[in-house]
């Protein structure tokens, strides 16, 4: 079955920190991956995606993400996380017809 | 200009009443969805057309009826709505819905917080 798996419901950082925000995947053939971001009220905003060829794929707002197909994961990184980062991020994978999420993981920022 | 709006923003009613929500995109895509965000932030999609035409219900209970009249448009009806409806709706849009070796990011509207009291 499709499915994506989000195992961090809560991470907290440090202003300035590093961050990785795990996403793993299930999906039979060449998968489509995306991370999204909420913001507190807001709609769900693209950060990037990977369809296929170098497997970093750098995004808005300083984000990557590296794909591994041999681990099937989909890992969100920020060198330097900014306060502005809190929020609400969502993996996803293109399945038939439909894209399935991850059920999320909720970034704090402390000062 | 926005690319995917939502009207209206809040809605607040109670249990019994029928409630429409409305979704334009102004993107050109071909295919639109509603997806229901509940408390615990879970993101779990409803219906999809693409073309006007209905390619995912995802056993929805059928008090909730889409309507899209053209490709920039796609409604959302709830009648006899519970308490449980209570979420937040979103719509988005893409292109591909039906073309697997054409694959697109979602664009997302800002979401209608339905409230059911």
């Known amino acids: 079955a499709q499915s994506v798996t989000q195992p961090d419901i809560h991470i907290t950082v440090s202003e300035g920190a590093s961050l990785e925000l795990r996403c793993n995947y299930s999906?039979?053939?060449?998968?489509?991956l995306f991370w999204y971001v909420q913001s507190p009220g807001q709609g769900l905003q693209l950060l990037l995606k990977?369809?296929?060829?170098?497997?970093l794929v750098q995004g808005i707002k300083g984000f990557e993400a590296e794909f591994k197909r041999s681990q099937s994961s989909f890992n969100l990184r920020k060198p330097s996380v900014h306060w502005s980062d809190a929020a609400e991020y969502f993996c996803a994978v293109r399945g038939t017809y439909k894209y399935i999420f991850g059920t999320g993981t909720r970034l704090k920022v402390l000062a | 200009d926005t690319a995917v709006s939502q009207t209206p923003k809040y809605l607040v009613t109670q249990m019994g009443n029928d409630k429409s929500i409305k979704c334009e995109q102004n993107?050109?895509?071909?295919?639109m969805y509603w997806y229901k965000q509940d408390s615990k932030k879970f993101l779990k999609i409803m219906f999809s057309y693409n073309n006007k035409e209905l390619i995912i219900n995802e056993t929805v209970p059928n008090r909730f009826s889409p309507k899209s009249p053209d490709k920039a448009h796609l409604n959302l009806h709830i009648n006899s709505l519970e308490l449980g409806d209570s979420a937040v709706y979103f719509c988005a849009s893409s292109y591909g819905g039906t073309t697997s070796g054409s694959v697109f990011e979602q664009y997302f509207g800002p979401g209608t917080r339905l409230t059911v009291t």
């Open positions: 999906y039979g053939a060449t998968p489509y």
């Open positions: 990977y369809f296929s060829g170098d497997t």
């Open positions: 993107l050109g895509h071909d295919t």
